[in-house]
């Protein structure tokens, strides 16, 4: 029987099927609402997959614009034509244009407002007598709503017309500007403008955004087209979305009439996915209450009529049988009748076995149940997520142990307590918004806020939730809650770990494990001049300089490549071509499995340290020659004191020889020049006393000039040319003049076979620019003396430049130099805090340029001593102290000359044998400082312990600011340095006496 029944329902299907046919393709159009872009990008996968051929419709797109209407297209074409438009539509059809909305693209209008952040606008209440640019006519009513929605109107902002324009927004022409939240925002992104979006939806003001539409015409000649229409496009949307990068791909290829890039494309998919709202709703359907409430916001605008139709204007496709089954309905109800007597054979066969079989079902699927809560009643209890169930006044219903370990209440704590409870009043505008999106989508979040915990701490979350209906059918919110402390304080320390790594002095690179740069921070390029554009997904061999060999990068690489980490100094070349030395360290980077995945390199820039080094090399050389004048000083100075003695003592035996007394004052003017040169060699040495004092550097080199130009042979052309301002410095008048001397004598000697020989020297006022003070950074000021010495010589080579500089360096011929001249130019100039460099090349001739701070005032005061007359003593008894037998019989000599009484003492404790006889006698002491047995400062403490009135002077061939420093007496004594000069000593032994 069974057999019997089954023949005939399959003689009754054959005869139920359809003939089929095949129809020729119709011709339609599409007009787009704008410019080509992901906002019709369900049109152009429809058109690409072949869903409009498929159900026999050719379809061409028409690209939109500005001055371009679909609405216009859709009533002046003959027929098969469609638009895209937006909800002021509506309006249109009332002004009694025969339209109809077939179906919504767009759940949410993208049209909002964007504002600068630093325009101080957050919300539609701060546009009070703000520049507004708005589109024309009714295309804005939803900004214009949103204002009357918080007691605003129209008058109450500069209203603009739109410009299509961004840079309007960003040049101020105005502060608000209408724009589509998928598309601007990442316009400004890219420029990195900060902004602020005003979206009417906080205000309730919710329109459809993007809507297809044809003619009444359309509808009611073709309905079946119409409906194929809408169903296509709607397929094509679906496939958009769900293969956005083949979409965009697409665009890129055929569509991208506004040359936009990828990245463009991108950003507009995404936030349009969040308007059209694919998950949530069905594309293409239109919930008429909520046209109502569209109607009633352009009603209340006076856009249309209190008693505009709405169901006039919403596509209503009528679902009749007729449509479904049209000619074969016959076959239909042959199939249903062989159908019902179908069942009916079955029925009674199979009741009785179904029964028992169901009463086995409802039990095995009884106890699933109960299985089944038991799991999910068991993930709930356990959790590490805090699960809420509350009502839609936020009261908590249910809640599990994550929850309250979250929260820190108790559960009857917890159940006295509310959602508002635990959220600070600063995340009001926050939770709106998500309330807004539970009532229009039935979800909301994922976002993120603070809880306030029972303690009063804050505890960060990250909040999702779920509209659901409880037994008894009414709403409730299901809330899953994560405690994410732990991911805030990782995301905060890997931010101070890049912050850190970015913001280093050091050069740091990041690599592949092949050696592909993929990061550089700041450091590298302000080292190296490579923005990270230049190098990013290079190699760094982009740094090579030339000065490794091949070997050199292949230890490198051998090193690092076995998990080791490099370290060398090494020479690298910045992008301008110049080079630089530093210091390199290259480490590996691991992954859990031990494998080399990056390298990391560190690199620090070593020039200037490397120039320290050098002026370290250079301080100690200066130290050596300073300990080797030092140690001569003392006798040189001794044998000096005695030799101007004995020629005083000279000059007195044939006063009556003119002749002889210019010779002897010829040899006393050298003995004490000899000092002179003992001192500038201690001072070049940075062991002498430089006494510096204010002077006119223009007026002092403009008479120290002719004393220099006797030694420049009639031969050589020299020119001086100076300021005629008079520029002021700090300094020692005596080593600047020996300077200018030495530097002449240079360019003296290289001017040596040259022809047309010449010396130029210039003196003017410098201000230092920014360059100058980086080159130069100890520099202190910006105001400089620049002294120019400038020949035409024979110059000097880069490698002897390299050591002009140090003493006994000299490239003349034996016995025609002693390496000394520039040394002491360079000592002079560093001691007056000032800058020497030096011009020169090969035949090219040199210039040394010297600069010198200037001081502000330039009127000083000099005071000079001169010393012209010697005071004859009245008969005092003087004793001389000095280990030294010959200075002690010269100066014994001299002083009885001088018209004293004179004993002497060998050393201090002589000294203090004669005092102590002698002491109401003795007048006055000269004593040297640094004697065997017992000094003299020490003797002069004992002496002062008998008779503290006692007159001592001091003398020595020392330095006394150097090296007799810790010798020199605590109390200000008289302090003479040898040789001295008999008429100073005479005059300063009687101020002596008279003090």
Excluded at 174 to 182: L, P, R
Excluded at 333 to 349: E, K, R
Excluded at 661 to 679: G, P, Q
Excluded at 769 to 787: Q, R, V
Aim: with cysteine; glycine share 8%; charged share 25%.
């Amino acid at each position: 029987m069974f057999r019997k029944y089954s023949l005939c329902f399959l003689a009754a299907a054959l005869c139920f099927l359809p003939t089929l046919s095949l129809a020729a393709n119709d011709s339609v159009s599409l007009h787009l609402r704008w410019k080509h872009q992901f906002q019709f990008a369900g049109f152009y996968m429809a058109l690409e997959k072949g869903y409009y051929r498929d159900v026999g419709l050719e379809v061409t797109l028409i690209e939109g614009g500005p001055d371009k209407s679909s609405v216009q297209h859709v009533l002046n074409s003959r027929g098969g034509a469609y638009g895209v438009t937006g909800t002021g539509a509506m309006i249109e059809r009332a002004d009694g244009k025969p339209i109809k909305a077939l179906a919504v693209i767009f759940q949410h209008s993208p049209l909002a407002l964007l504002v600068t952040k630093d325009s101080g606008i957050r919300t539609f209440s701060d546009l009070r007598g703000r520049r507004v640019m708005l589109q024309e006519g009714q295309q804005n009513s939803d900004v214009i709503a949103a204002l009357k929605a918080i007691g605003m109107t129209e008058k109450d902002i500069i209203r603009q017309n739109i410009s299509y324009d961004i840079n309007d927004l960003i040049t101020g022409n105005t502060d608000a500007f209408s724009s589509y939240v998928t598309d601007q925002p990442h316009q400004l992104d890219l420029l990195g403008v900060s902004y602020h979006t005003l979206s009417p939806r906080t205000h309730g003001i919710d329109f459809y955004g993007d809507i297809l539409i044809t003619s009444d015409e359309e509808v009611q000649k073709h309905p079946e087209r119409t409906r194929t229409f809408i169903q296509a496009s709607i397929l094509g949307w679906n496939y958009a979305l769900e293969h956005m990068d083949e979409t965009i791909d697409l665009i890129l290829e055929k569509y991208n009439t506004q040359n936009f890039p990828r990245s463009q494309l991108v950003f507009e998919a995404k936030e349009s996915a969040k308007l059209i709202m694919q998950d949530v709703v069905k594309i293409g359907y239109m919930n008429s209450h909520r046209w109502d409430r569209i109607a009633a916001t352009y009603i209340d605008q006076g856009f249309i009529s209190p008693d505009y139709q709405v169901a006039d204007f919403i596509y209503q496709p009528e679902i009749t049988f007729a449509d479904l089954l049209g000619k074969d309905m016959w076959k239909f109800a042959v199939f249903c009748m062989l159908l019902i007597l179908l069942i009916v054979g079955l029925h009674s066969l199979r009741l009785r076995r179904a029964v028992h079989s169901r009463a086995v079902e409802l039990h095995k699927e009884r106890e699933q149940l109960q299985e089944n809560e038991a799991k999910l009643r068991g993930l709930y209890e356990l959790s590490p997520l805090g699960i809420a169930l509350t009502d839609m006044k936020g009261c908590y219903l249910e809640f599990n142990q994550a929850f309250q370990d979250i929260c820190g209440y108790c559960h009857e704590e917890l159940q006295t307590l509310d959602y508002w409870t635990l959220t600070p009043k600063k995340y009001a505008e926050d939770e709106a918004r998500q309330l807004e999106s539970l009532q229009q989508t039935g979800r909301y979040g994922p976002y993120e806020k603070e809880y306030l915990r029972k303690d009063g701490s804050l505890i960060p979350i990250r909040l999702n939730g779920l509209l659901i209906k409880d037994h008894e059918g009414r709403d409730c919110i299901w809330s899953i809650v994560e405690d994410i402390t732990e991911r805030k304080l990782a995301d905060e320390r890997l931010r101070k770990l890049s912050q850190a790594v970015e913001q280093a002095g050091e050069s740091v690179i990041i690599t592949d494990k092949h050696g592909t740069i993929e990061y550089v921070n700041s450091s590298f390029t302000r080292i190296t001049g490579y923005l990270p554009k230049d190098v990013l997904g290079n190699n760094p061999r982009v740094l090579k300089s030339g000065n490794q060999n091949p070997e050199f990068y292949k230890l490198l690489w051998n090193t690092i490549s076995s998990g080791n980490i490099w370290h060398s100094a090494i020479i690298d070349r910045r992008k301008d071509g110049s080079q630089y030395p530093a210091l390199m360290t290259i480490s590996p980077i691991l992954n859990e499995g031990e494998e080399i995945t990056h390298y990391v390199g560190i690199q620090q820039d070593m020039t200037n340290h490397e120039a320290l080094e050098e002026k370290f090399r250079q301080a100690q050389k200066m130290e050596a020659l300073g300990t080797l004048v030092g140690g001569i000083a003392h006798d040189f100075n001794n044998m000096l004191a005695g030799m101007t003695g004995n020629l005083y003592l000279a000059k007195k035996k044939v006063a009556d020889s003119p002749d002889v007394i210019e010779k002897l004052e010829n040899v006393e003017a050298l003995s004490f020049r000899a000092a002179e040169m003992i001192k500038q060699l201690l001072v070049f040495a940075r062991k002498g006393n430089v006494k510096m004092t204010p002077f006119g550097l223009t007026s002092f080199l403009k008479q120290a000039s002719k004393l220099s130009e006797a030694s420049i042979p009639e031969s050589i052309n020299i020119h001086f040319d100076y300021c005629h301002e008079e520029l002021v410095i700090k300094g020692d008048g005596t080593q600047l003049q020996q300077a200018l001397m030495n530097l002449l004598n240079n360019s003296r000697d290289a001017l040596e076979d040259v022809q047309n020989p010449t010396i130029t020297v210039t003196l003017e006022e410098f201000e230092a620019d920014e360059s100058f003070i980086n080159k130069h950074p100890d520099t202190c000021g910006s105001l400089f003396a620049h002294l120019t010495v400038r020949d035409n010589g024979s110059g000097i080579s880069d490698t002897e430049k390299e050591h002009i500089f140090e003493p006994f360096y000299t490239s003349k011929e034996v016995g025609s130099g002693t390496g000394l001249g520039l040394p002491m130019v360079y000592g002079a100039i560093q001691s007056h805090g000032g800058i020497l460099e030096v011009e020169s090349g090969v035949g090219s001739g040199t210039s040394i340029h010297i600069y010198l701070p200037l001081l502000e005032e330039h009127k000083i005061e000099v005071i000079s001593e001169e010393y012209t007359e010697v005071v004859p003593g009245s008969g005092e008894l003087i004793l001389i102290v000095d280990d030294n037998a010959d200075i002690r019989k010269t100066s014994k000599e001299v002083l009885e000359k001088l018209g004293y009484q004179v004993m002497e003492a060998s050393d201090g404790l002589e000294a203090i044998e004669q005092f102590t006889t002698n002491q109401d006698s003795i007048s006055l002491i000269i004593m040297d400082v640094v004697m065997p047995n017992l000094g003299g400062v020490k003797a002069s403490e004992r002496i002062k312990k008998l008779r503290p009135d006692v007159k001592v002077i001091f003398a020595t061939g020392y330095d006394k600011d150097e090296t007799l420093k810790d010798e020199m007496p605590v109390d200000k004594h008289m302090i003479l340095s040898k040789p001295y000069n008999i008429v100073k000593l005479s005059q300063l032994i009687r101020e002596q006496f008279n003090s």
